[in-house]
């Protein structure tokens, strides 16, 4: 299944960040046979709240095609396990929010023997 975008949504900047989710949603897609659109990438100021990443190329609301709840719980499930540190996601019940937050710290990593 494609990925689908709205009419209203716009891409200022395809960062890798942004482009990641939408490969990752896109395989999600292509596994479940179930569509992914997007909803929100680069929102003018005021539409999302303060200090809200869309505006910057670093966040996206991804929803189903269908909107069946347990196709999003699944989508939701799938990028929180496959998406690396770095990024933080929201199941918002009716959409997904992902965003890259470039501030948020790396994970500590111990290697053992």
């Known amino acids: 299944m ?3 975008f709205k009419p209203e949504v716009r891409i200022v900047e395809l960062t ?3 482009a990641d989710v939408l490969v ?3 395989r999600w897609s ?3 046979n179930v569509g992914v659109e997007v909803n929100s990438i680069d929102d003018g100021a005021g ?3 303060a200090g809200s990443l869309h505006g910057s190329s670093l966040a996206i609301d991804l929803d189903t095609v269908g909107d069946r709840p347990a196709d999003l ?3 939701a499930e799938w990028l929180r396990r496959t998406l690396p540190a770095g990024y ?3 199941y918002e019940g009716d959409h997904v929010h992902v965003e890259w937050d470039p501030h948020r710290p790396k994970p500590f990593r111990s290697i053992t023997t």
């Open 30 to 32: 292509l596994r479940a």
């Open 16 to 18: 890798a960040a942004i």
């Open 24 to 26: 990752l949603a896109g």
């Open 47 to 49: 539409v999302h709240q």
């Open 2 to 4: 494609p990925i689908q």
């Open 73 to 75: 719980e699944a989508l």
């Open 88 to 90: 933080d996601l929201v």
